[in-house]
């Protein structure tokens, strides 16, 4: 989100439009009554990046019935939206879900680390992973549980899982980097790393340096400039009432080993 953000810090200054951004610290609630403060000053138009499914939902009820655009990038709500620029999070779950089975051939042990619940990012790529898992008998969810998307987070809750079940452990599917990497520090502490895979999702830098290292064995990358850049102009050519798409669809790609340079110069 942060490089989502930055992007459209640089495309808002590329336009000369006017961009105020505020954070809701993850939260739902504040999230609803910021977008009631955007209305209130009578702003062109709103991108939202939802903190979750439902309860953001009136938010984007309220700006629609005053009139405004409201866009929202990189997560949904359950109340339609002007327009949605994003990603599949239910791909991503398939395609981080399917290089394990590849991996291990269709069988093993595998526990998944799920981002803030009720978040599309955390339902669409459990709903992704859980398909993929129904094709292949041999494999077992041992256990999934929510680290808010926080790598100290995922490490604890790693921590409890190899306690819990030890060396029965062959894959850790987390729904961002985040959480990997501290999945990936928890198993080199306890001296695991080696027989577990780990893959994450978004392709950050310290995701890429941990690929590189051999510590991390795979991602998926999100491609955050293009969520900016996109959500930023859809926005204004809503608020001038131009034609716009309404929704915007970036695809997900399979990071590893073999391809990692190209997505380094990203």
Not at 34 to 50: G, H, K, R, Y
Not at 168 to 180: K, L, P, T
Not at 254 to 263: D, E, I, S
Request: a negative charge.
């Amino acid at each position: 989100m942060v490089n989502v953000h930055d992007e459209m810090v640089k495309q808002a200054e590329k336009d000369g439009i006017e961009l105020i951004t505020v954070d809701a610290e993850r939260s739902a609630l504040k999230q609803v009554e910021q977008v009631e403060s955007f209305i209130a000053q009578n702003v062109d138009a709103i991108i939202l990046n939802p903190a979750e499914v439902e309860a953001c939902s009136p938010a984007v009820t309220k700006a629609l019935a005053a009139g405004i655009p409201i866009i929202n990038v990189n997560s949904e709500t359950s109340v339609k939206p002007t327009a949605f620029v994003g990603s599949d999070d239910v791909e991503a779950g398939r395609i981080a879900m399917q290089h394990i089975a590849d991996k291990l051939g269709g069988k093993g042990n595998v526990v998944m680390i799920e981002g803030y619940m009720g978040q599309a990012g955390q339902l669409k790529r459990a709903q992704g992973a859980l398909e993929v898992l129904k094709k292949y008998p041999g494999m077992k969810l041992l256990a999934q549980q929510t680290a808010q998307w926080d790598r100290a987070k995922g490490m604890a809750l790693m921590e409890n899982w190899i306690q819990s079940y030890g060396n029965q452990i062959n894959a850790v599917f987390a729904h961002n980097d985040e959480m990997a990497l501290g999945a990936v520090r928890a198993l080199t502490d306890a001296g695991l790393k080696d027989k577990v895979m780990v893959v994450g999702i978004d392709a950050i830098t310290d995701a890429m340096q941990a690929m590189k290292k051999g510590t991390l064995d795979a991602t998926v990358f999100q491609n955050a400039q293009q969520q900016g850049v996109q959500s930023v102009e859809i926005a204004i050519k809503a608020a001038k009432k131009q034609p716009f798409d309404k929704e915007v669809l970036i695809p997900f790609q399979l990071v590893t080993k073999a391809n990692m340079a190209q997505f380094m110069k990203q």
